[in-house]
């Protein structure tokens, strides 16, 4: 792709209109992108293809304008794109499919000699609608046309040595593929990540290679798509530092009422910018299951089984007033981990109305096992606060309490029996339901607190994974670090003996 170089500040068009802006999305850094000559050639070419505008040129709105300005970003410095990788989230009937296509048909044109583009889904019928909607736009204009052989499931524009296929995660021989640009179609349907690394892997000596992933919302946030997204949120909010993924999520609130026409606008750029039909939305929520509903209209990702909080209860906890402070005891919850878990330190520190929670994670599967890291963060706990308690599961971290109790820290073990863990739980229940906790909304965190999942026994109810098996070891140590710091509270006076004997 050729550069486009802009001067002075940043234009007003890199900050999104807030009544179209992303749930999520990362920030605009620089000056120079792609994406002013992406919108005038596909305006000069392209044609809206349906509805009540359709034979007219095409005119993206300025929600698009400015998503495919921030997608095609360049480095001001070295002049190549920004990013290699980027996640787009949007529910159904919000040109998903137009932006692609005009973005692989001007990639033909403008990228590097013998461009490979590759329009994939899981299916080959999936994956022919950001390919067909190319074919077509090609096929009406006469100047694209005459540049281009048009096949089946191929185009050709032997001027610029260029091609652009339609291809699914079922055709066989994608590791001989050498793509510049990847556009995957509804990537949540991705049961594994083989089609992703194959294409990210192909396209190692490509020039600029990007894999553009746009989808709507699925049901397993352990699925490829899931994992996206969660670590696009991760990116978005800082708590990971990669120039090199993009993110852009447009959802409504996941406690909203589906009936909230605000919620709807929220989610629906199109929608908040009059193109799309209310009516047609507000038939869907009539005649649709909730999380069809929530998925495909409202882009939520849903859980494949109820959580053990009601909708919204965690989220009305955020809290940016609440910090921590150093003049003030804290308890701390530990959860160790092998390979397959993350490990987590959660930190609950009672004030005068609420519980202050934060909580910081290792992922293993990332990182590899650093004990000595977490070590080094229980220490550090240890001389910024009053410390009354490091409590933690005994499975896994015994070495680790026996030389950190060596060095004057106090550690609880706090066993992971029903006994133990039933009371602990439903007194976490009761905190978060009212409102007597205070987060930061961190996303990492939040996640699994909402994907732990109640598991019933004749004597109660404990927090599992549940069938999703995601990771849930944040909302353990929440549980345990919450038990030891409100179930003892200071200055309460021993019982006396008449007590004991009255009671």
């Known amino acids: 792709m050729s550069s486009a170089i802009s001067t002075g500040a940043l234009p007003k068009s ?12 990362t920030p605009r850094k620089y000056l120079q992108t792609d994406g002013d000559e992406l919108i005038a050639f596909a305006e000069a070419h392209f044609q809206v293809l349906k509805g009540f505008k359709g034979g007219l040129p095409l005119e993206f709105t300025d929600w698009q304008k400015w998503l495919l300005r921030s997608l095609l970003e360049r480095n001001d410095e070295t002049g190549t794109l920004r990013y290699r990788r980027a996640l787009i989230g949007l529910p159904r009937k919000n040109g998903k ?37 190319a074919k077509q736009q090609i096929q009406n204009s006469p100047l694209l046309n005459s540049e281009a052989k048009i096949y089946r499931d191929a185009i ?11 291809l699914s995660s079922e055709v066989k021989g994608l590791a001989g593929l050498n793509p510049s640009v990847s556009l995957i179609d509804e990537v949540w349907g991705q049961s594994n990540s083989d089609l992703l690394d194959q294409m990210q892997l192909g396209s190692g000596n490509r020039i600029e290679p990007i894999s553009i992933s746009i989808t709507t919302a699925g049901f397993d946030l352990d699925s490829p798509a899931g994992k996206m997204y969660q670590y696009g949120k991760q990116v978005a909010a800082g708590e990971v530092d990669d120039d090199t993924f993009g993110f852009w999520w447009w959802e409504a609130p996941e406690d909203c009422d589906l009936n909230d026409r605000k919620a709807w606008a929220i989610a629906n750029p199109n929608l908040a910018e009059g193109l799309l039909d209310p009516e047609d939305l507000a038939a869907a929520v009539k005649q649709s299951a909730e999380s069809s509903v929530r998925r495909w209209r409202l882009n939520n990702w849903t859980r494949s089984q109820e959580s053990w909080l009601p909708s919204g209860a965690w989220e009305q906890c955020v809290s940016h007033t609440h910090q921590l402070d150093p003049d003030l005891p804290v308890w701390v919850g530990i959860d160790m981990a092998l390979k397959r878990d993350t490990i987590a330190v959660c930190i609950a520190q009672p004030q005068q109305d609420r519980v202050v929670l934060r909580a910081k994670i290792w992922n293993p599967e990332l990182e590899g096992i650093d004990i000595a890291g977490v070590e080094a963060h229980l220490r550090e706990l240890h001389n910024t606060y009053e410390v009354r308690e490091f409590v933690y599961d005994p499975a896994f971290f015994e070495r680790s309490a026996e030389y950190l109790s060596d060095e004057g820290m106090n550690l609880v073990t706090f066993p992971q029996s029903a006994s133990r863990m039933i009371p602990a ?17 961190a996303p990492t965190f939040t996640d699994q607190v909402l994907s732990a999942a109640q598991r019933m026994s004749d004597k109660g109810w404990t927090l599992s994974k549940g069938k999703s098996k995601r990771k849930i070891d944040a909302c353990i140590a929440m549980v345990m670090a919450l038990d030891r710091a409100t179930s003892k509270p200071e200055n309460q006076p021993s019982p006396s003996v008449l007590d004991i004997w009255n009671d």
């Not at 050709?156 to 339609?166: A, I, L």
């Open 14 to 25: 890199v900050q999104p209109l807030n009544k179209w802006k992303p749930a999520f999305y």
């Open 97 to 133: 499919s137009l932006m692609m296509s005009a973005l692989g048909v001007f990639t033909m044109i403008s990228g590097e000699a013998g461009s490979e583009i590759y329009a994939i889904a899981n299916d080959r019928q999936q994956a022919r609608i950001i390919f067909g909607e």
């Open 156 to 166: 050709e524009m032997p001027r610029f040595g260029s091609v652009f296929r339609v």
């Open 425 to 441: 739980c439903g007194n976490a229940y009761e905190m978060i339901v009212a409102k007597k906790i205070a987060h930061d909304g």
